[in-house]
């Protein structure tokens, strides 16, 4: 819900989870103990290599490696990056059961500063690795040997995680599954590796969780629904005026004129995102999300305006597919960032334009037969009038959000109100009801 | 004219296409021949930075980080050091490292301890280059000295108030915890008197009570009466009367906790965040124990049939290092205990050092909190009983200023069983002899006492070390349960 309202800073607030739940999760063991920051690993689990994210604190380091790595951490790897690359590689030696060693690589390296309750602000060194085993072995079951830093300060800890494992339905937004820790077995003063032996997963399994991912991120999309929710709001209606008059929103169109109606914006509307989710997660179109997130935050209130008072109309379908390009972009981001492998990348795709299909239909489901009901009556002028206005003003706090990536008290009330939609529903549908049996009854 | 710009875009790609195709020609012809040897065009000794300030007669480690241009790209080892002139004392030793091609800064280690108050220059020699590096070494600091008290501190540093328990022994312990018992309200009586169970000793820990949760009643909430009788309970089984021992090194350790809190620890620091629980019922014959823990001090006493059978795991650390100053008093809690370590080792013969010396390096406790149980089956380093009788007096000196922080009675009971295991007893120590260096560590492993100290990094005072220290032993801690 909440990257939703904070889109501009989606990444960040996804770190920020993460980091939350990593002292939820990992802490506990060691947080009763050690003043000095820990070694974190977080493995990315593909189906034929692990792509490792491995952070370590330079304090630490500069008391296993020297060279005054933390003394020094400014302009470290342009001083340092290859010696550093060779230390890892010899310290980082996964092995198959059987003592086959894995190849392992180190891309990208880097410093930052990072922050906990217990360590305070510190500098770590991040590397990037790529894990990978001899073929035919199983990338789910190894003996990870891996003693940066511990070879020397037996006193350091290493947290080892699983952040990301798609063939279990784990993605990089769920907290990530602690395997186990590295540190020195003080008894018999030794290192042991740890034994990493992760469940098998499955294509369907992967496919399934990335269809729950896909509606989850309608249900909890309170922008996205509520463009296609005010977009539909007039379908019902015929248009009046035209060459001599303005438009203006007439009486209601008949079951047949408008569903078909409506069959055409959601068509249109998924036809548009998913030509760019398509090419969006497929790396072929990368737009910074900020100005998709206030586009999006504007087709909301375009399609506001349409519902007061007619704008385009006849061609809703071609605004619905042109809008449903930017939201789609928006949907692709969240698939880009898994930096899956084709194969499973295809599969995710398709799951996750299944789940948002699926989604929209069911909220379209729910809606849909009450707004019909309700434009047969007199009163659904008031209700499409208020609905529009209110749309307008949750869409112009969005633009104003996400133009200054600060959050303000309208789209936190948004935020709210957007968790009462069940009753807002039911008192649609009893609005629809009375109105209905008002009619029926003034008509007799 | 669209055709020209047409035609100047097509060249343009060209142009840069093929210069992109020189230069990685040209980087590869780079890879392929031998390492040249490092050369820069300039070294600016003037805008050098340092990573710590120097003072006179104190020990120092630092980095100083020296920027250069026109840097070649080749690697570099590490060079030789290079000893400080005018004041000297000091040394300076290039780190390895690879050049830029282009500006960047070389980093040299400084270390050494200051011989007097004004400027250590090195002459550094680089790549072709050479500059005048120049540290100012202040003069000598008295330590960090602040005026700072709290209402608990002040309460617990007060002469003791005359207590109706005459009696001695355990039975006065139980008497004093009864009594102290009696000053709380049913709330506050609820928190501190607890079941006495083994998962309920465990819980200490080195850090804050607000990062790591404690059991029982902190001493913020208690009023002065309460904290009086807190306070006639703590004098009756710590030692009373010795400058930073005993009673007096747990004020101490109050006292920095409260210092702590006012340069920037914030309010999860200070005394009020320590906590005393009682576990288990008080009584001249039963099992129950008594937990004193906060930050940086953890006490236990566990009773059980009519005597004292655990005072560990006991944890003692202090920050800052140096003294703080409350209620005119100066106390220094834990400067005592590291000048002990360092006297001990000092005193050792250079192959004994070597015998000594672990080839590990520690940035923390080995046995800190959580780490219950598991001591090393083999002990490591220079074993007591092959010392001369003196050097095996330095060691009984270091163990004392943890034992002697109890009572007489109890001290001189484990001090006694300590003293007969001194030969079998192992010292182990990594880093430097002196103990004044981030990550020294000096561990006492006995068959029975387990000491270990650790000089690490400051966590709220940054660059400047602080100890952490546990006592453990390998049969009686939490009384052997």
Known sequence: MKQLFFPVSRPIGWLMVFLISLLATLLPDVAFAHPMPNSVVLLNVHANRIEAEIQIPLVELQAAYGHAVNDSSAGLIERLGPQLRAYLIQHIRPQTPDGRPWNVSISELAVQETQNPINGVYRELTAQAQLVPPVGADVRQFIFYYDVVLHQVVTHKILVSVRQDWARGQIADDQPVQVGIISLDIVNNRILPLNVNLESGSTWTGFQSMLKLGMRHIAEGTDHLLFLLVLLLPAPLLVHGGTVRRFSWGSFGGVRYSLIHLLQIVTAFTVGHSITLLAGSLGWVRLPSQPVEILIAVSILVSAVHALRPLFPGREAWVAAGFGLVHGLAFASTLANLQLDAGPMALSILGFNLGIELMQLVVIGLTVPWLILLSRTSAYRYVRIAGAVLASIAAVAWVIERITGQSNILTKSVEQVAGYAPYVLVVLALLALFFTRRMKQANV | ?481
Request: charged content about 10%; hydrophobic content about 35%; overall charge neutral.
């Open chain 2, 1 to 481: 004219m669209k055709r020209s710009i047409l035609v100047v875009g097509v060249l343009m790609c060209l142009a840069s296409g093929s210069l992109y195709t020189l230069e990685s020609c040209k980087s590869d012809t780079t890879d392929t021949v031998t390492p040249t040897s490092a050369s820069v065009s300039a070294l600016s000794c003037g805008s050098a930075t340092f990573s710590a300030a120097a003072v006179s007669g104190t020990a120092y480690a630092a980095t100083a980080t020296v920027p250069y241009t026109g840097g070649n790209g080749a690697t570099y080892s590490a060079g030789s050091a290079i000893a400080s002139t005018g004041i000297t004392g000091l040394s300076a030793t290039l780190q390895a490292g690879t050049l830029s091609s282009g500006s960047g800064n070389l980093t040299y280690a400084i270390s050494g301890t200051p011989s007097g108050t004004g400027t250590a220059t090195f002459a550094l020699s680089f790549g072709g280059q050479t500059c005048s590096l120049a540290l100012t070494v202040s003069s000598t600091g008295s330590g960090t000295t602040t005026t700072n008290s709290s209402t608990v501190t002040t309460a617990l540093s007060a002469t003791a108030t005359t207590s109706s328990c005459s009696s001695t022994g355990i039975a006065q312990i139980v008497c004093l915890t009864e009594a102290f018992k009696a000053t709380l309200s049913s709330m506050q009586l609820m928190a501190t008197q607890l079941t006495y169970s083994k998962t309920n000793a465990q819980k200490w820990s080195n850090l804050p009570a607000g990062l790591s949760a404690r059991i029982g009643i902190n001493l913020g909430s208690l009023n002065t009466t309460q904290l009086a009788a807190f306070r006639n309970l703590m004098v009756a089984v710590l030692a009373l009367g010795t400058t930073n021992e005993g009673y007096d090194e747990m004020i101490g350790n109050l006292v920095a906790d409260d210092y702590l809190n006012t340069i920037g620890g914030g309010s999860d620091y200070g005394a009020g965040n320590y906590y005393l629980s009682i576990l288990g019922t008080p009584s001249a014959t039963g099992l129950w124990s008594i937990l004193f823990t906060g930050h940086h001090y953890t006490q236990p006493y566990t009773f059980n049939g009519g005597s004292i059978t655990g005072v560990t795991p006991a944890f003692r650390g202090v920050e800052p290092q140096a003294a703080v100053t409350a209620a005119n008093r100066t106390y220094q809690s834990f400067e005592q205990e590291r000048l002990a370590f360092a006297a001990m080792l000092t005193g050792l013969s250079t192959t004994e050092q070597t015998t000594a010396k672990l080839s590990s390096t520690f940035t923390d406790l080995v046995l800190g909190p959580g780490q219950d149980g598991k001591f090393p089956s083999t002990r490591s380093g220079l074993q007591v009983g092959n010392l001369s009788s003196d050097k095996q007096a330095l060691v009984l000196n270091a163990i004392k200023l943890y034992v002697n922080d109890l009572d007489a009675t109890t001290a001189a009971t484990i001090l006694a069983k300590y003293t007969s295991e001194l030969a079998n007893t192992y010292i182990a120590y990594s880093g430097t002899t002196a103990m004044s260096t981030q990550n020294d560590y000096v561990r006492i492993d006995g068959p029975n006492v387990w000491i270990e100290f650790s000089y690490q990094g400051g966590v709220i005072i940054r660059n400047t070390p602080h100890s952490h220290s546990v006592w453990r032993d390998r049969t009686s801690d939490y009384g052997g349960n």
